[in-house]
């Protein structure tokens, strides 16, 4: 017989394993355990590298030198190719070139104005996620460490030096959506999904997972407001194809590719390395992101389990297709993750209140 769920510490609601049978509890525990395990893997992993030529150009010099190329008067795949050159970077397949989008609005301002526009959308992204955590989160001192970890998550997206990856933009973007999105405004949601698909197409695997999960929801006009986002960076990522291969000489490098296959230890390293965790020595912080991911599958609600969904999906995508030098995917997902650990708390609580749940029935029979 189930056990009935405890009154949650921190959620307002019971999480997802609250009075679940104690078989069930016991083997969920177990899995996480070896979940953990496979998280200390981080510790042997090797370090991540930054993504520099062997000619010692950074990243950040070469998206900064096309900015300043459109500046002066030029155009962005020319300058682009030239710079990838000039580095020593892979100029094939096409998909070595990031989207223009990014680049072309930070030559429009000026640098102060860009980093406001990023703290502007840091901002966006906590007032979007504010009503919902403060729905969700019972404990007013609990709902105010939901915000500091909120905060902590989003706010080391917004350094200086990482205005210039497209993949900050595009998570704080992923970020503002799904907060949206919990709103119950799924054509916003829609809008910035694609906003954030049209700076880095690796975005593409958000609108996919929501997509998929409108449907799986039976929210018909949702599914058609995903596809439509779909399309729209199709028919733009074609285009972009088109436009390096004016500019892309038969002798010019070739990427590597996309098989790193780096496996889990990368991917926590890297969560870590991305969040207010690489404070914390390793051994910890490698427990805090399975915790983190833990508590995403603890939380009993909608907007859990399609960011829960997202958060795997691009782990999947760091541990098979990253290499060492793509650590930076991570900032796609790096602004929501720390929040999990919250979660985490009611979660394991109510998994061991139940493994520990020995009651019995006994039924007996009355003969008259």
Do not use: C
């Not at 194809?241 to 990427?255: E, F, M, R």
């Not at 912080?285 to 958060?311: C, E, H, K, M, Y």
């Not at 098979?320 to 609580?349: E, H, K, M, S």
């Amino acid at each position: 017989m189930p056990r009935r769920a405890s009154r949650p510490l921190i959620l307002a609601q019971p999480t997802r394993f609250g009075g679940v049978e104690a078989r069930t509890a016991r083997v969920v525990l177990a899995a996480l355990a070896v979940l953990l395990l496979i998280g200390l893997t981080a510790l042997g992993a090797a370090p991540l590298a930054g993504d520099t030529p062997s000619n010692g150009q950074t990243d950040i010099a070469l998206y900064s030198g096309v900015v300043e190329a459109l500046r002066h008067g030029g155009h962005y795949y020319p300058a682009l190719a030239e710079q990838l050159r000039a580095g020593g970077y892979p100029l094939r397949p096409f998909i070595a070139f990031r989207l223009p989008t990014l680049a072309v609005v930070q030559a429009a301002l000026p640098h102060w104005l860009l980093l406001a526009a990023l703290w502007g959308l840091a901002l966006a992204v906590i007032a979007s996620w504010y009503p919902r955590l403060r729905v969700a989160v019972a404990n007013p001192l609990a709902r105010g460490g939901a915000m500091l970890v909120l905060l902590a998550g989003v706010f080391v997206v917004v350094q200086p030096s990482l205005a210039w990856f497209h993949e900050s933009w595009a998570g704080l973007l992923i970020a503002w959506s799904l907060g949206r999105h919990a709103q119950g405004r799924w054509a916003e949601a829609a809008a910035l999904g694609l906003a954030a698909a049209l700076i880095r197409e690796t975005a593409a695997l958000y609108l996919l997972v929501m997509a998929a999960w409108a449907w799986r929801s039976g929210a018909v006009r949702e599914l058609r407001g995903w596809g439509i986002a779909l399309a729209v960076l199709a028919v733009a990522v074609a285009a972009h194809a088109y436009a390096v291969s004016l500019v892309v000489k038969p002798l010019d490098p070739v990427s590597p590719g996309w098989t790193g296959l780096m496996g889990p230890g990368f991917v926590v390293q890297a969560i870590a390395g991305a969040t207010a965790l690489a404070l914390l020595p390793m051994v910890v912080a490698a427990v805090g992101v399975v915790l983190a991911l833990f508590g995403w599958v603890a939380w009993d609600d909608a907007v859990a389990r399609r960011t829960g969904s997202v958060i795997a999906g691009y782990a999947l995508l760091l541990m098979l297709f990253a290499r060492a030098d793509n650590f930076y995917w991570v900032l796609l997902i790096a602004p929501l993750v720390p929040i999990g650990l919250l979660f985490a708390v009611d979660g394991l609580r109510d998994l061991i209140g139940s493994a520990r749940d020995a009651r019995r029935i006994t039924v007996t029979r009355v003969v008259r």
